[in-house]
């Protein structure tokens, strides 16, 4: 048969590989491979390669001749961040094209491998590749994984997302499942509460039963499919990417990601239309008929009867009641949770907010305590691991926005092949939540009584002796693995549960097991009082804390004096697990992931100072790149915390792992103590302020700066204990001191000085316009931050008195004429507040926040009472209303929708540079290497400690690595990828000092930025308080009265920046250097610290050798601290990308003469021009919003200006408009219509003679107006996903819109 056939070309295949792979013929010496199969289908063709595509018909004589003739075509081009491309690394395009991410990579392919490793048939059954049968039987009941003499491996990490899931896709097609089961099974849409699927409970059904047996491939994607019998395309459950496709009248259907790609008459067009969230389309190859989403989705589903066999085979757990009985008394609760590493402020901030309010904690500050290596206090487990994001080339997800498409639901039980369907597959238990109490408990142990459904159950302690000592720990986890092996292969067990709960607390230890072996059998529950990785846990502990927190008279009393919203002990419970799932979700959204179910397993996080024993024993193949404790130190560690009796007297330590608890306390960086170092040694009085001396005092109470002082506060942080991986690091030079007057003076050097991105809202304004007055009078670079900024800023100062007192800035000290608050980088986020052209016009250079270092993966936050009037009129908001940005998610889900919004801010402000800010994580090179390729001018990196006015506690504390890791990796990357000559490489989180500045410059940096210590420069005395409005010295407060005692002058800033460029000289003499260039990319200068490794136990296993092999050798090739040679070869700081032909139309209406006029006179008269336009003409009309914002700012023209335009527009149409502009198109248009419009009209309509219905027919994109600020937009049809999302004052007309 033509599908047995199939099936043997696929193994052969597969075959080849293998024994080219034994003949050393399969790979070159550098690991490339030397053969690849681009097609092997008798079915399919596959035309590809490394090159450009218009290329690809040289190399293919196929595509030249006009006799050679297709039913269907697909052509698939990517945007690449690597430019070192390998073959494996390629789009396979052998079953499909893959557009996207898949952010459950790990997790997906694990479970891959399990799947293949449980089939039945032995390996002998794979010599016959030949006979029909057999070739169904291997696809369908072999390992084709895990015989790497007879196959090539079907999934490896090695290779790209892509290939992945083009492997697993082509062998669901090689069995019984048609191409769209298959992507409908892999990427499933979100099918719960949807109301498009009422009249179609099978297609429901299937989804269901799909989502017991197979994980989704979860992430951003647009997917294009053919087997060779049908051709189909699909969107994931977000329909985060754009798709678009057009009938024409002779039946071709014709789907592109952008609209006028292919030149299309429009009165031959009798359809378009869209591809929504999880939708497809399908044309039958053989029938040609076409068949929209519900059609084939029913067609599929209809095959089996899945309602039938989930209705007699699935049992539900619904969330039930919880229990008000205690299980301990409050003594044994207190040694049970010391034991299990609880403080006094997991109950007093964490508990008490989520059982008080359904809500985890907010905080402020950012993290300025020691990682968990390198602390001198004992860490859980849990604190050794940082959560990874997305950003760049995927999004997260947007969970208050569009949480519809999420889901914590779980199961448990034995999952059954995915390649032959049948109805053993529903046999699951489905968990509405995964987080369970007692009696949902007890619902599960109910199913194992056979009139129940029989699901056989066992549970395996977790704990072990105390007397086994640390080492007993290893002995202890084996045995745990292989009881749960036998349990499951001997014993028939469909649902294991791992158990810390005993009723003797005090006589053994809490272990850490990380389930190993055989992942395809049954699901793990857990119960404990410290779960760890597994398909549902009964936290009884943090449930029982609750029941004590409950009780307690200060919670009575706080509740009925309105403190805490009054509630009852089921409810309170209830709250609690509110919390932890909207954490789960917050979570999943941060690595844009929907479904929790595609979480586990998925390894989507990074150990911090785990060593190798610990990660290839529990971890296996999760990223740690220091080093660090192994399996005796975690027991150490977890023993130390063990109270030593449970008397009724005994009470919690406070660690002090979040607020600074004096002496016995965590180590905090940024304490009082050194606020008041750092104050002595500027001249700054926290007591002289506005509210009492300042006006009076001699120069406004700002008293001589002292250098001995400053030297009291550097060694204050060089003696302090470890917190940092650069605390481990000394210098080491190559050549012999010079004379410090020999290194260049102080001035050069504060150019490289930048304040970190803290918005007005954030600070006060005394705050905010002192750091940037500060900044700007070194000759450094200020940052706006999110919000927006006052236009009374964008004047330098020339009212100033002989008291340094303006009009202008009335609440401000210590100016001078010249001074100016404006700040060089205006800041644009996700949220869009106060970014308007004039705005965009204003600033020197354009910040891009794709992540903050204290919340990766999330938007930023403002709480209601911060919101005050003047901070509500510049964001375009009211007051007293809770701000929190989206994450970068609405209209920026890829690389290219960067590069486009890149584009859109070269294009409005051409003078000013773009940068793009980032978060260190693993595979931030990669990252850059597409910013850089994406036309940005400067990269910032930085750390995940980063300081923040408000953010969920668990963001601060575990999510972000250290810049020191991001830095390197970054710089390594573009050094490689001859990248680093066009950008500048930005770092910023915890820099306090020149020692600081020194490792960040040999590690790649070129720029520096100060936040949390520029603050205390001007008077921060780390109350951390800012997420409350109370900060005591109007640091962070918009109260009126406490701003009144703002302390800071612009002259305290400036000593603080003095002193660390002193600093930074007299380091640069000691090592020999003369100019701090010379420094930059020099890794080699840095070593081991190794009498610092030694201060703490568990850091004997660190070792930074490995971190710093990978950075390329710079010494002798200095080239790239200059741009490139076709940007003319000079200071990096001083050359900004030029947008190419994609901006030739928008140069051209600015150029033509009616246009200039119109702009210089502004006599209200009306102007009309007319132009042509192609989709590869992006942010029309974005030069043309600058060109008059910069004349006249926000309020625009006081005519009209009308510009018609004809044809298929591309991304960013009418970006930035203002009053006065009216652009009309006829034709269509792509993404970003009307993206930040602050004015005037645009309207889109099709051709008069069209063939289509208008009003049925998608004729603009997705994200239209996002970020608008006001205008008029008038679309005549339907605008495609997020239409007006951030919309802030416009008003849009539309014929329907996405979901």
């Not at 790609?261 to 009165?267: F, G, K, P, T």
């Not at 390198?374 to 859980?380: A, D, G, M």
């Amino acid at each position: 048969t033509r599908d047995g056939f199939e099936r043997t070309l696929y193994l052969v295949r597969r075959r080849i590989a293998v024994e080219l792979d034994a003949l050393s013929l399969l790979k070159k010496d550098d690991g490339s491979e030397e053969v690849y199969f681009a097609s092997f289908s008798s079915q399919t063709i596959v035309y590809k390669g490394m090159v450009q595509g218009c290329v690809l018909p040289q190399f293919y004589k196929d595509l030249q001749n006009e006799d050679f003739t297709t039913k269907f075509v697909i052509y698939h081009r990517r945007f690449s961040t690597n430019t070192t491309p390998k073959w494996p690394l390629a789009q396979p395009m052998r079953v499909v094209g893959h557009n996207g991410e898949i952010n459950t990579l790990i997790g997906n392919v694990n479970w891959v491998k399990a799947r293949e490793k449980s089939k039945a048939l032995p390996d002998h059954e794979l010599e016959d590749l030949v006979s029909a049968d057999n070739t169904d039987n291997i696809v369908m009941m072999c390992n084709t994984q895990d015989v790497p003499n007879l196959l090539e491996p079907l999934v490896d990490l090695n290779r790209s997302d892509s290939a992945n899931l083009d492997a697993v896709f082509e062998l669901m097609t090689k069995s019984r499942h048609r191409a769209p089961c298959a992507l409908m099974s892999l990427v499933p849409t979100a099918y719960e509460n949807e109301p498009a699927l009422n009249d179609n409970p099978e297609i429901v059904d299937f989804y269901k039963f799909h989502g017991g047996l197979l994980e989704a491939w979860d992430g951003p994607a647009l997917l294009v499919y053919s087997d060779g019998k049908s051709i189909g395309a699909s969107l994931d459950r977000n329909g985060l990417r754009p798709a678009r496709y057009s009938i024409t009248s002779d039946g071709t259907v014709y789907m592109m990601s952008e609209t006028g790609v292919v030149d299309l008459d429009e009165s031959d067009i009798v359809s378009k239309g869209r591809l929504g969230p999880g939708q497809m389309i399908n044309v039958d190859l053989e029938t040609g008929e076409f068949k929209d989403n519900i059609a084939i989705k029913s067609e599929i589903a209809s095959r089996h009867p899945y309602g039938e066999w989930i209705a007699e085979n699935r049992r539900d757990i619904p969330k039930m009641s919880f229990g008000d009985d205690r299980s301990y008394d409050d003594a044994t609760a207190t040694f049970a949770q010391g034991s299990f590493g609880w403080g006094l402020e997991d109950i007093g901030m964490q508990i008490q907010d989520m059982a008080g309010s359904g809500k985890e904690t907010t905080y402020s500050m950012g993290d300025d305590a020691p990682i968990a290596v390198l602390s001198e206090r004992p860490h859980t487990p849990y604190n050794y691991f940082k959560q990874r994001f997305a950003q760049v080339t995927n999004p997260p997800i947007d969970p208050l926005r569009e949480g519809v498409v999420m889901s914590v639901a779980m199961t448990l039980g034995k999952k059954e092949s995915i390649y032959k369907v049948s109805e053993k597959g529903a046999r699951l238990i489905h968990l509405e939540s995964p987080v369970l109490n007692g009696n949902e408990m007890d619902r599960i142990a109910s199913l194992a009584k056979e009139e129940n459904g029989g699901f056989q159950q066992a549970s395996i302690s977790t704990r072990y002796a105390l007397e086994d000592g640390p080492d007993g720990i290893k002995a202890a986890i084996d045995a745990i693995c292989d009881k749960a092996v036998d349990e499951v292969r001997n014993g028939g067990v469909e649902v294991l549960i791992l158990s810390d709960m005993a009723a003797e607390q005090a006589e053994h230890l809490h272990l850490h097991p990380a389930p190993r072996r055989r992942r395809c059998r049954p699901p793990l529950s857990h119960q404990g009082g410290s779960p760890n990785g597994y398909n549902a846990v009964h936290p009884y502990l943090a449930l029982e804390t609750v029941k004590q927190w409950h009780g307690q008279a200060r919670t009575q009393s706080m509740m009925k004096a309105g403190k805490l919203k009054d509630a009852t002990l089921d409810e309170a419970q209830a709250n609690y697990r509110t919390a932890v799932e909207n954490g789960l979700l917050k979570i999943l959204s941060k690595m844009g992931i929907s479904l929790l179910s595609s979480y586990q397993g998925a390894q989507i996080f990074e150990a911090m100072g785990l060593g190798e024993e610990v990660v290839n024993t529990s971890f296996k193949g999760t990223t740690s790149r220091i080093g660090g404790v192994d399996l005796a130190d975690i027991a150490s560690e977890t023993a130390s915390m063990r109270p030593e009796s449970s008397d009724e007297k005994a009470k919690l330590i406070n660690y002090g792992y979040y607020k600074p608890i004096p002496k016995r306390g965590e180590y905090h960086a940024n304490s009082a103590d050194l606020a008041k170092l750092l104050h002595d040694a500027i001249g700054l009085d926290k007591k002289v302020s506005a509210a009492t001396t300042r006006d009076v005092a001699e120069n406004d109470g700002v008293k001589p700066k002292n250098a001995a002082g400053y030297e009291i506060f550097k060694k204050s942080l060089e003696s302090a204990p470890l917190a940092n991986i650069r605390d481990l690091l000394d210098f080491e030079s190559d050549r012999e001191s010079i004379p410090i007057e020999d290194v260049e003076p102080i001035s050069e050097i504060m150019t490289r000085f930048c304040t970190g991105a803290m918005s007005l809202g954030a600070l006060s304004r005394e705050a905010h316009e002192t750091l940037a007055i500060a900044v700007n009078r070194v000759g450094g670079k200020s940052n706006s931050g999110e919000g927006g900024e006052d236009v009374v800023r964008g004047t330098d100062l020339s009212d100033v008195d002989e008291k340094g007192r303006s009009p202008t800035f009335p609440h401000l000290a210590g100016l001078k004429n010249g001074d100016s608050a404006n700040s060089f980088v205006h800041q644009i986020a996700s949220g869009r507040f106060g970014v308007t052209p004039e705005f965009l016009v204003t600033g020197k250079q354009l910040e891009i926040k794709m992540a903050q270092g204290a919340k990766p993966g999330e938007g930023g936050q403002l709480p209601g009472p911060k919101v005050s009037e003047y901070i509500a009129s510049l964001r375009a908001s009211k007051q007293g209303v809770t701000l929190i940005s989206p994450p970068p998610h609405h209209d920026i889900y890829s690389i290219e929708d960067l590069a486009q919004l890149i584009h859109d801010l070269h294009a409005v402000n051409e003078k000013a540079g773009v940068s793009v800010k980032l978060v260190s994580s693993i595979g931030i090179g990669t990252v850059a290497c597409g910013v850089a390729k994406a036309q940005a001018d400067v990269i910032q990196i930085s750390g995940g400690d980063g300081g923040t006015g408000a953010s969920p506690l668990s963001s601060i504390k575990h999510a972000g690595m250290p810049w020191e890791m991001g830095l390197s990796e970054a710089h390594s990357a573009l050094l490689s990828n001859g990248l680093r000559d066009r950008v500048v490489l930005r770092v910023d989180g915890g820099i306090r000092t020149g020692r600081d500045i020194a490792i960040a410059a040999m590690m790649g940096a070129e720029e520096f930025g100060f936040g949390t210590i520029a603050m205390i420069a001007e008077g921060c005395v780390m109350a951390r308080v800012c997420h409350l409005n109370t900060c005591p010295v109007g640091v962070t407060s918009q109260k009126e009265e406490l701003r009144k005692k703002f302390p800071g002058t612009p002259e305290h800033v400036v000593n603080f920046f003095v002193f660390v460029a002193e600093e930074i000289r007299e380091l640069m003499a000691h090592l020999g250097y003369s100019k701090f260039e010379d420094i930059i990319g020099r890794a080699d200068l840095l070593k081991e610290d190794n009498d610092q490794i030694k201060r703490i136990a568990k850091t004997k296993g660190v070792s930074l050798s490995g971190f710093f092999s990978s950075i390329p050798d710079s010494k002798a090739d200095r080239a790239f601290l200059r741009a490139t040679p076709a940007e003319g070869g000079g200071l990096k700081d001083d050359t900004v990308h030029v947008n190419g032909f994609s901006s030739d139309l928008d140069r051209e209406i600015c150029e033509h003469p009616d246009v200039k006029a119109a702009i210089e006179s502004d006599e209200g008269g009306d102007t009309a021009v007319s132009f042509n336009i192609k989709n590869t003409d992006r942010s029309t009309c974005a030069m043309l919003a600058g060109d008059i914002a910069r004349k006249y700012g926000n309020r625009g023209l006081a005519g009209n200006l009308n510009i018609n335009i004809f044809g298929s527009a591309g991304q960013s149409f009418g970006a930035f408009t203002l009053p006065g502009m009216r652009v009309r198109l006829t034709g269509e248009a792509n993404d970003y219509v009307g993206k930040g419009m602050h004015g005037g009209e645009i309207v889109v309509s099709p051709e008069a003679d069209a063939g289509f219905v208008a009003a049925d027919s998608s004729i603009v994109g997705n994200a239209c107006l996002y970020g608008a600020t006001g205008g008029d937009f008038h679309a005549n049809g339907r605008a495609g996903e997020r239409f007006c999302v951030r919309n802030s004052g416009a008003y849009a007309v539309c014929e329907g819109t996405g979901d």
